[in-house]
């Protein structure tokens, strides 16, 4: 989406230190952030407007209070959704694994999401047993 943006958008901030790994810090700046009018298709919901634009669906409801759930909207409603996932993100990348260990995802009202990853195992051995039906660890 943002190909010809990639050098104004991503910003590297050099290594930082988490959970006890070093990482490569990673800024998203997206300046194109906000609100616009959509104008609801036949067959579309909330859900399908949200993953066709690739935003948040609930933010969708956030915006439109009229909007009772998912499902509340009609072919010729307009409602407002936001045109990107997010105003910034920020992502720690393990430098060995290269694997995400923290993202954190603000919105024009600030922090909107975060997720930590920690005491991950790469790879673990899982035994053969562990899918039978009979496999009692997880107690059903």
């Known amino acids: 989406k943002y190909n010809h943006k990639t ?36 067959r579309q919901s909330v859900l399908t407007i949200a993953k066709r634009y690739f935003v948040p ?40 694994n290269y694997i995400p260990l923290k993202l954190i995802v603000h919105d024009d009202k600030g922090l909107y999401e975060q997720y930590e990853f920690m005491d991950l195992i790469l790879n673990p051995e899982i035994p053969t047993n562990e899918f039978d039906k009979d496999f009692n660890d997880y107690g059903f």
């Open 7 to 42: 050098d104004q958008i991503l910003k590297y901030q050099g290594k930082v230190k988490y959970n006890n790994r070093m990482c490569y810090k990673i800024f998203v700046d997206n300046k194109d952030f906000e609100y616009v009018s959509h104008k609801v298709e036949i």
């Open 57 to 96: 669906e609930h933010m969708i409801l956030e915006l439109n209070p009229n909007i009772a759930d998912y499902y509340d909207v009609e072919a010729g409603d307009i409602l407002i959704r936001p045109n990107d996932y997010a105003k910034s993100i920020t992502l720690l990348i393990d430098v060995e």
